[in-house]
């Protein structure tokens, strides 16, 4: 490994150095002695003194090793392992000789620039949100550390290279290690610019390898720790029935058989539920039980079912009248639409859909006359503090945090208001001690927050060569933004990206487009879910197309490729949509089987998918097969997209088939596992996955073939059966209806 | 109801433990004896999260109440083995299974029961009796492949 010729080349601009402010700026730090990393794991940075010299992303302790800061909350996606890599593969860091430390709370510093400079692990956007200044962070500690070796050397800093932990004078043989260097290094206050090579080009040394992630180890024999699995002296209970429609206030509360529960301490009344404050979670669960509330029945959401939504949302997609928020526009719309040779219309429907994660939402506070520390799983480590001080209305320096593995996110903890933490900083405030508040399954469906309910409606123009020319896409569904997330819905001008992502088609070549959201308040919770707006827009568009095909008598495969640009991002959709359909062998009819095939081009990460089923007689669907293909350009860990790709072809898998929220009066009939159904082992087809690595610039991976699923299994039953279905889920009674309404039988 | 006073045998260790009897002895495992690796996931014996052993045999714990427990002997992930040398885990990491790693305790137990009664294993006998534990994750081609990994290695023993 330590040769010259592994060396990596020096890309220095000694020339030039130019102060670097704001959050693109780096400060490293060189510390004596061995790490007292501890500290810094904790989250609590001011407490990390004595040896460790603190900084905002590098350590370079004098025995080598080299921590480095990880802003991203691990819920399973592998962005704590992958963010690192990104700076030690620029500072060529020797990486066994790394240690990861999460970042604490701090916008300023730790935000991701996809977001803002919000601390927000979410929307497959932390890689590619932080890659290019990661980079940058690496290679100028890189550049620091061989300028010192340099100097002390005496040579011109052009002549020393680096390898994994080393600076090398190859022409004289002799090297130092970084932790030697630390030991003399002088750190200069203004951040030296550094050129990094473009992505096209550059020599990458850990990234491209598949590196074990580092929150693996503990997640096998029991030791990880997630918030639920918090303890700390003195610690009591919390359950919390909460109110069954969002807005409803309890009215009046019985709680006498409540509090004859063995070992329940306290009930505590809150403005949206009961609270119950017990010894142990048994007691908390079994008194929130007995508790008999009435509520009121002011809240919007009341009466309201999924029936309801469909009527109301249906009209809305059809009315010419009503007019949308323009998500994506493009062309004259009006005027292509008139001129075409034909006009085709879709409508296309999802049910409400629920994320499950593992690990019921829960979270630890101790709250005292000093301010509150808080022990929680969340997708953004700011937005908790700032909940938590707003809640008991002190600063948010008094709020200490502690971020804990997450039991799976999946857009559910990420909302501003993070309920499900401020629920035990009140609690711990009403007990006086700490309290641990959990969620049972039951209350994590009832108090669920989920992707809406959709009704799209797509029009489609075509020239008379049957090529599209005019592209409508209306979205009416529950707002989400505007309920999750009030502070960033008041930057978007109305436009809900959550609701709407998907619906924009960078890589189709249509000339006259518009994308318009009509979102609508009807009092339902709902937040982002995996794939969010994409999980159902993508669907919408995919179907239709698909119908378009067929309409046309062309190929699925080919009609696809003939809609594409001519752009390069389009060349990497035909790449990708050939591919799979040769991975799958597209042309080859089976018996008693069909195929069907969605692509996707989601934030710039091609996926194209194609599934293989058969249909039981009772309309249950069986999907055989699923081919994929995934180009997420660099990938920084090709195993980890592997895994993230299954996982989110799985988690499709459920969405596309079973799994459906109803509402009954406002609130959520499913309670548990039993009636909402995920996939489990036996339900998984045989997964075929072709990871293609490019040299663009690194996008996301953590869910992109999810929206793949629905509509590639839509797509094969229509092709096994001529049938169209055009709501998610694919529920055999759906399917069972759909074929009689068109006169055909099952095989 | 009051209180009762149990004593039984968790990871090769007696613990006598005091609580409702209708208590289910996953918050005996996880709240009072400390051991968190075994999981909540639903309450009601639909997910498996929280999986151990009893008396040797796999079996989700939030549906065995302190009252019926007394007596008998409890395996949880922490006494699966000393050092993260379970033929199991050593397969786990090595296909780097665990995404959120929120189920996996209760798969590696459940795993575990499997290769006890049938050190050999075929996909579809794996497929069958891990069904009941879920993985929203969708983890489930590498816990396939890492029981097959664990049965091929030889000297599977719980």
Not at chain 1, 439 to 466: K, M
Not at chain 2, 18 to 45: N, S
Not at chain 2, 112 to 126: C, F, M, S, V
């Amino acid at each position: 490994m330590k040769t010259t010729k592994n060396a990596k080349a020096a890309t220095l601009n000694a020339g030039r150095r130019r102060f670097m402010t704001g959050a693109a700026g780096l400060t490293f730090g060189i510390a004596a002695g061995a790490p007292a990393l501890q500290h810094l794991v904790a989250g609590a940075a001011e407490a990390a003194t004595g040896s460790v010299r603190l900084n905002n992303w590098v350590t370079v302790f004098t025995d080598g090793t080299v921590a480095i800061m990880s802003p991203a909350a691990e819920m399973g996606q592998g962005s704590l392992t992958a963010l690192p890599v990104i700076v030690a593969d620029e500072m060529d860091a020797d990486w066994s000789r790394v240690r990861i430390v999460a970042a604490p709370p701090n916008d300023k510093l730790y935000g991701n620039p996809a977001f803002r400079f919000l601390q927000y692990t979410a929307g497959s956007a932390t890689v590619t949100g932080y890659f290019n200044n990661l980079r940058q962070f690496g290679a100028q500690v890189r550049y620091v550390l061989l300028d010192n070796a340099a100097q002390r050397w005496g040579v011109p800093l052009a002549e020393v290279v680096s390898e994994p932990g080393y600076a090398v004078h190859p022409r004289s043989g002799r090297r130092l290690s970084y932790g030697e260097i630390a030991a003399f290094a002088k750190v200069p206050a203004q951040a030296p610019e550094v050129t990094v090579e473009p992505v096209a080009k550059a020599q990458f040394r850990l990234i491209g390898k598949d590196l074990p992630r580092v929150d693996v180890a503990g997640k096998v024999n029991g030791s990880a720790q997630y918030s639920i699995d918090v303890q700390v002296p003195g610690m009591v209970y919390g359950a919390i029935l909460r109110e069954p429609v969002e807005g409803a206030a309890p009215e009046k509360i019985d709680d006498r058989e409540a509090r004859a529960i063995d070992g329940v301490l306290q009930i505590a009344p809150l403005k949206f539920g009961v609270g119950v404050i017990a010894q142990n979670p048994w007691a908390a669960f079994k008194a929130k039980k007995a508790l008999k509330v009435t509520w009121s029945r002011e809240a919007t959401g009341w009466g309201f079912s999924n029936d309801k939504g469909y009527a109301q949302f249906a009209a809305l997609a059809k009315d010419p009248n009503a007019k949308g928020v323009a998500w994506e526009t493009q062309g004259d719309i009006a005027g292509a639409m008139g001129k075409a040779a034909t006009v085709f219309e879709g409508e296309y429907r999802a049910d409400y859909a629920y994320h499950a994660q593992m690990e019921p939402l829960n979270s630890v506070a101790a709250v005292t006359a000093d301010g509150c520390e808080i022990w929680c799983g969340t997708q953004s480590q700011t937005v908790a503090v700032t909940a938590a001080a707003a809640a008991l209305g002190i600063p948010e320096a008094k709020v200490k945090f502690n971020g804990m593995l997450l039991g799976g996110g999946f857009g559910r903890r990420g909302n501003r208001d993070v309920e499900f933490i401020v629920d035990s900083v009140l609690m711990s405030k009403a007990a006086g001690k700490p309290v641990k508040v959990m969620w049972t399954r039951e209350d994590d469906l009832h108090n669920g927050r989920f992707r809406p309910l959709y009704v799209n409606r797509i029009r489609a123009g075509l020239d008379s060569q049957g090529k599209i020319v005019a592209w409508h896409h209306r979205v009416v569904s529950d707002r989400v933004l505007a309920f999750m997330d009030p502070v960033r819905y008041k930057e978007s001008k109305g436009r809900d990206n959550i609701a709407m992502r998907g619906t924009e088609l960078p890589t189709y070549d249509i000339a006259h487009r518009l994308a318009e959201g009509l979102q609508q308040d009807t009092g339902m919770r709902t937040a982002p879910l995996r794939a969010i707006g994409v999980g159902q827009n993508s669907f919408a568009n995919e179907v239709f197309i698909d119908e378009l095909a067929a309409k046309l008598g062309v190929d699925p495969v080919e009609f696809r490729i003939l809609q594409l640009a001519g752009t390069p991002r389009a060349q990497r959709a035909k790449n990708a949509i050939e591919e799979v359909a040769r991975m799958a062998d597209w042309g080859r009819k089976r018996r008693g089987r069909g195929l069907g095939v969605a692509y996707l081009d989601y934030s710039g990460t091609q996926v194209a998918g194609i599934a293989e089923v058969s249909l039981a007689r009772d309309g249950r669907i069986h999907v055989h097969d699923f081919w994929c293909v995934i180009d997420a350009g660099v990938a920084v860990q090709p195993d980890n997209i592997i895994a993230q790709t299954q996982s989110s072809i799985v988690y499709g898998l459920g969405l596309a088939l079973t799994e459906r929220i109803d509402i009954v009066d406002g609130a959520v009939k499913q309670s548990n596992f039993y009636d909402y159904h995920v996939p489990r082992m036996r339900d998984i087809p045989n997964i075929h996955i072709k990871l293609v690595q490019t040299r663009n610039h690194p996008t996301g991976a953590g869910q992109m073939a999810t929206p793949l699923v629905p509509s590639a299994i839509a797509n094969a039953l229509f092709q096994l059966t001529g049938v169209r279905l055009r709501q998610q889920p694919l529920l055999p009674e759906r399917v069972l209806h759909a074929m009689a309404e068109a006169g055909v039988s099952i095989a | 109801m009051s209180n009762i006073t149990v004593t039984l045998t968790v990871n090769g260790k007696q613990q006598s433990v005091t609580a409702a009897p209708d208590t289910p002895l996953l918050w005996v495992l996880r709240e009072q004896l400390k051991l968190t690796g075994t999981k909540f996931g639903c309450g009601v014996g639909q997910c498996g999260a929280c999986t151990v052993h009893l008396n040797g045999e796999p079996t989700q714990s939030c549906l065995h109440a302190l009252q019926d427990v007394a007596g008998k002997q409890v395996t949880t992930i922490e006494g699966l083995s000393p050092d993260t040398s379970h033929p199991l885990q050593k397969a786990w990491l090595a296909e780097q299974v665990p995404q959120c790693g929120y189920c996996q305790s209760g798969q590696i137990m459940r795993a575990a029961g499997l290769l006890k009664q049938n050190p050999r294993p075929t996909r579809e006998e794996i497929v069958d009796y891990m069904s009941p534990n879920i993985c929203r994750c969708g983890t489930y081609v590498r816990i396939a492949r890492a029981i097959e990994r664990a049965a091929g290695g030889g000297g599977v023993q719980s």
